[in-house]
């Protein structure tokens, strides 16, 4: 379906609503914030978060170290003798 198809179908259910009377629908209410958001941040309690930023800080302090082991020493491009 391509942009004109899909503009000329939601013109067409606007057109509908208006002549129905409804005030507003899905279609034509504002977008906010909280709708982009996944819905298990909108269920997020001071215990649940306190419980995530201990795993994350321990999670962290596994894998930083970790990834440092594998990173090396730095190449350098000029010879020291």
Same mark, same amino acid.
């Given at each position: 379906?391509? &942009?004109? /198809?899909?503009? !000329? @179908? @939601? %013109? ?10 409804? /005030?507003?629908?899905? !279609?034509?209410?504002? $977008? &906010?914030?909280? %709708?982009? $958001? ?5 269920? $997020?309690?001071? /215990?649940? !978060? &306190? ?10 302090? $596994? ?6 082991? #594998?990173?090396?020493?730095?190449? /350098?491009?000029? &010879?020291? #003798?």
């Amino acid at each position: 379906m391509d &942009r004109a /198809s899909f503009a !000329l @179908i @939601i %013109n067409q259910k606007m057109a509908k609503e208006k002549q129905s009377g409804l /005030s507003q629908s899905k !279609l034509t209410k504002p $977008l &906010r914030a909280v %709708n982009f $958001l996944p819905t298990w941040v909108t269920e $997020l309690t001071a /215990s649940t !978060l &306190r419980v995530d930023v201990v795993a994350g800080v321990a999670l962290a302090g $596994l894998l930083v170290p970790e990834g440092m082991a #594998y990173a090396g020493p730095k190449q /350098s491009h000029f &010879r020291v #003798y």
